[in-house]
């Protein structure tokens, strides 16, 4: 949509100055809602840090948890305490490297936005500030080109629009705008993204969450209407609309993302991921320890319970450190490179059955072409 009709529209609405509780709730549920219109989209865009197509499912299952919980929120009519709910529940429920990330979001979030029951643009912006925060500094490596980079630019947009006006809406659209710029930019800034042609998954999916986000809050049945950021960015397809036909906005080509991306002849070693119970924890102590036995680590929480995700080429090691600092519990190791093997399984099939229904003469390998190793 262009700027002057987005203009137009905000001129012809009541300025939203406050929400609480209850709108926010029905914000979370309409993130979650394009979330899910967008999630195998998200999965196919998938290469960072790891190709194993599943950055929309493990956002999509993150975000479900979020609002499951801030759906029995202590004060239902409270900003504070449904983002409250709603930051232990993704915590909870977080899964993957991506799903991580948005839970200290969300933390950062309901921290920003303290103990008040209603929120004004000036709260909302300094949540997302805040959620800026507590997401670089859940990363033991921040790499720019990714979910974080799509929060801070999100965030700096909301923080400009909230110093020139009180409008809610006016200041989401314009994170909403920002973070769908910021997305497209992160081919350029991150080398895997730039071989694979595509954008990065994760903030690909929060942007998507912040558009739910806005639409709810300017129009609860404004989810059918046209997207707010570009209509085709380079490196993925448009936004899928929330229960609309899926027919209107055809898949790309499977040869993308993880599907573009070869097996290292290493793997990708073992998704591994709990919870540790206290009480006495220390988060960042328990960062330094376990994230030396892997890359991506995130550990994250406080010194009741704290979320571990870590992909590690010999998950036993981890898991018989950690059980040594406190109860685990919803233990789960995923061997990623099984993951890729099934994307590109899906991928040559596609290929296969279009081939069917359109055969053409394959093109034959070089003679002295080296054999793949499996």
């Known amino acids: 949509m262009p700027a002057e009709a987005g203009s137009k529209l905000s001129v012809l609405r009541e300025p939203v100055l406050t929400i609480g ?25 998938n ?19 979020a609002v499951e919980e801030a759906q029995s929120a202590a004060d239902p ?20 490297n991506s799903g991580v990330i948005l ?35 859940a990363v033991m490596k921040p790499t720019e080109g990714t979910i974080l980079t799509v929060v801070r630019e999100a965030a700096e947009a909301a923080a400009r629009s909230a110093e020139e006006s009180a409008d809610i809406v006016t200041v989401l659209e314009q994170a909403v705008r920002a973070s769908h710029a910021a997305v497209e930019r992160t081919t350029d ?26 639409r709810a809050i300017a129009d609860p049945g404004a989810a059918q209407t046209a997207p707010t950021g570009p209509r085709r960015r380079s490196g993925e397809g448009r936004v899928q609309l929330p229960f609309a036909s899926q027919d209107a906005a ?10 573009a991306v070869e097996m290292k002849e290493e793997g990708w070693g073992y998704c591994t991921e709990f919870l540790i119970h206290g009480p006495g924890l220390d988060p960042e102590r328990l960062r330094d320890e376990l994230g030396r036995l892997g ?35 919803k233990l789960k190791v995923e061997d990623m490179s099984a993951q890729h093997h099934d994307v590109l399984d899906r991928a040559e099939a596609a290929e296969h059955s279009e081939a069917a229904e359109d055969p053409q003469p394959p093109a034959q390998p070089a003679a002295d072409a080296p054999r793949k190793a499996i």
């Open 77 to 96: 009519s409270s900003a504070a305490s449904v983002l409250g709910s709603a930051a232990h529940g993704s915590l909870m429920g977080a899964r993957g």
């Open 189 to 214: 800034q991150l080398q895997v993204l730039r071989d694979a042609g595509v954008v990065d998954a994760g903030g690909f999916g929060f942007a998507v969450i912040l558009e739910g986000l806005s």
């Open 103 to 137: 839970s200290q979001v969300l933390r950062g979030l309901a921290q920003g936005v303290d103990a008040r029951p209603r929120l004004d643009a000036a709260a909302l912006a300094r949540g997302l500030g805040e959620a800026r925060t507590v997401a670089y500094k």
């Open 21 to 45: 509780g209850v709108e926010l709730l029905a914000a979370l549920r309409s993130a979650l809602a394009w979330l899910q219109a967008n999630q195998e989209e998200i999965n196919d865009l």
């Open 295 to 329: 890359e991506s680590a995130l550990v994250v929480g406080d010194p009741d319970l704290v979320r571990v995700h870590i992909h590690t080429g010999e998950p036993a090691p981890l898991i018989a450190l950690a059980s040594s600092r406190g109860r685990l519990s």
């Open 250 to 259: 055809p898949r790309p080509s499977v040869r993308r993302g993880a599907a």
């Open 47 to 65: 290469v960072f840090p790891v190709p194993d197509g599943d950055t929309g499912s493990n956002m999509y299952l993150t975000l479900r948890s």
